[in-house]
T-cell receptor, first 115, second 115 residues
């Protein structure tokens, strides 16, 4: 089991460029999430997908779009990158089961720099 | 929405001493409170969690306490070791079976265990 995987690991963009961050999980989880992590601010939820076919905004969705391609994959797109989007991006997945297992499993992260 | 505050932001203890990290939350509907540990350059990983129907939970040297009336919860690490050095995040959520578990994170505590 690879768990949650993310590509790329590192990326440098110029202001105005676009890119897509990829995330995949092999744990058969229904729910997937995108967070950004900035120094001193913890992790903040950008978008999430409760199940295949649904997506919803989190705390900081502006400047981002997402696609839940299938049950395994959840991508995050920056249409026109800005320096304020320089951050570390984490994808996560979880399965809220009847017995109440709510643990979120995180990917290794993508370090994005926008110049 | 939910707001989680975490203190202190940095904590330095000597090996063998105890460490306590405290969090408060604002939404009385929150009923799931996980703690994540993040080592430098790594992904966050769940170390312990507590549900609102439980006041205290212990796992070896780690314990978490919850006071729903006061809306605060704490992480206690006893007999600290150098490998406990990391950033610790608290979080709060109101998950339901079959839905996404949207986490609101605190801003993190950098714990340093010195020899």
């Amino acid at each position: 089991n690879a768990g949650v995987t993310q590509t790329p690991k590192f990326q440098v963009l110029k202001t105005g460029q676009s890119m897509t961050l990829q995330c995949a999980q092999d744990m058969n989880h229904n729910s997937m999430y995108w967070y950004r992590q900035d120094p001193g601010m913890g992790l903040r939820l950008i978008y999430y997908s409760a199940s295949e076919g649904t997506t919803d905004k989190g705390e900081v969705p502006n400047g981002y779009n997402v696609s839940r391609l299938n049950k395994r994959e959840f991508s995050l797109r920056l249409e026109s990158a800005a320096p304020s989007q320089t951050s570390v991006y984490f994808c996560a997945s979880s399965e809220v089961r009847d017995r109440g297992n709510y643990e979120q499993y995180f990917g290794p992260g993508t370090r994005l720099t926008v110049t | 929405g939910e707001n989680v505050e975490q203190h202190p932001s940095t904590l330095s203890v000597q090996e063998g001493d105890s460490a306590v990290i405290k969090c408060t939350y604002s939404d009385s509907a929150s009923n799931y409170f996980p703690w994540y540990k993040q080592e430098l350059g790594k992904r966050p990983q769940l170390i312990i969690d507590i549900r609102s129907n439980v006041g205290e939970k212990k796992d070896q040297r780690i314990a978490v306490t919850l006071n729903k009336t006061a809306k605060h919860f704490s992480l206690h690490i006893t007999e600290t070791q150098p490998e406990d050095s990391a950033v610790y995040f608290c979080a709060a959520s109101n998950p339901h079976t079959g839905t996404a578990s949207k986490l609101t994170f605190g801003t993190g505590t950098r714990l340093q265990v010195t020899l």
